[in-house]
């Protein structure tokens, strides 16, 4: 078991879905009191997609997992694990990998759901990976989906400005002769839970019950903090994953950090030395789709030719938690 229990793991496909439904910062206008200007220049977003009721995470997820199968040629019998990222499952149980299983008809995959908020995507690509490395799988269905626009006070101009729906997939597999995913870091401090968070709905403060008036079933966020951290964490992350792997940010072909807000990532770029147009950046289209963002990010990169074989990326998320991850892949 030795030479399998080293197997590398690449991703060998990618794909992702978005809602048709744009939804654009003039739009916003006429709900909450806000102007384009203020969301432009604060965030970097100019519209998000928001799906509707007959579109659930599952549904994105099984659109995003089908683009992944075709971009990579695997057929849907051949995954034999199915994760899927997303703080908004379709119900608390069965999982959502579950549903994308049916939908997709990968019959012979086990399925379970990470949660990680908007770092779910890049801790399932690593969960993926040692998977693979231990030899308990061979082929990996990775999404990230999440469906915001339920989990989003439509009142609260702080927060309901910022988000979007959507789904990225990956498909993962040791290809001979490549180093795949090189290095991970990943780190959490659930001290700082109550900067970004949903009070109500899980078994603390169950929907529909006495307190769920002050424990709201929609997202609270300290934005000045969450910013400060994200910030913190991703360019850290960043610097030690790129130590890990021996790699200078000079042989990054793209960066692809999570998309959230544009400040964000013109800070990390700074820090790092690194110049923007190297950054994969779609915000802008989709606002934060959360464990989404950044698997979209990479399949628009990918489609778009932004890198190619050989190639080394680095991935970097942040989100809820709070939690953070940053990869180096060799594509
Ligand atoms: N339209 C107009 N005014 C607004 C809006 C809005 N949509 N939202 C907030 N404001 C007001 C506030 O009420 C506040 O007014 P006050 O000063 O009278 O109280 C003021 O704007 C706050 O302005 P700033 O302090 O200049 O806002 P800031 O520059 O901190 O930007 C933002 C706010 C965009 C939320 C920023 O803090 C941020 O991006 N934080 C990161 C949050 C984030 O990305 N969260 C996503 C989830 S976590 C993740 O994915 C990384």
Known sequence: MQSEQLRTASIIGTGSYAPDRVMTNADLEKIVETSDEWITTRTGIKERRIAGPEITTSEMAARAARAA????????????????ATVTPDMF????????????????????????????????????????????????????????????DWKDRNTCVLFGDGAGAA??????????????????????????????GGSAHP?????????????RMNGRETYKHAVTAMVEASQQVLADAGVPSSEIACFIPHQANLRIIEAIASRLDVSMDRF??????????????????????NRTGRFKQGDKILMVVFGGGLTWAASVVEW
């Open 93 to 152: 149980f069965p999982n959502t990998a579950c549903f994308v299983q049916t939908k997709i008809g990968a019959v012979n995959a086990v399925c379970f759901d990470l949660s990680a908020a908007c770092s779910g995507f890049l801790f399932g690509v690593e969960t993926a990976r040692a998977y693979i490395a231990a030899g308990t799988a061979n082929t990996v269905l990775v999404i990230g989906a999440d469906k915001l626009s339920s989990i989003v």
């Open 69 to 84: 199968m075709e971009n990579s040629g695997v057929k849907p019998e051949e995954i034999d694990l199915i994760i899927c």
């Open 171 to 200: 498909i993962l597999r040791h290809r001979e002769g490549s180093r795949g995913v090189v290095a991970t870091r990943m780190g959490s401090n659930g001290a700082l839970a109550e900067i970004l968070y949903i009070p109500g």
């Open 280 to 301: 994969m950046i779609n915000l802008d289209c989709y606002g934060n789709t959360s464990a989404a963002a950044v698997a979209i990010a990479l399949d628009e990169a």
């Open 207 to 219: 929907a529909g019950g006495s307190t769920s008036a002050e424990n709201p079933v929609t997202i």
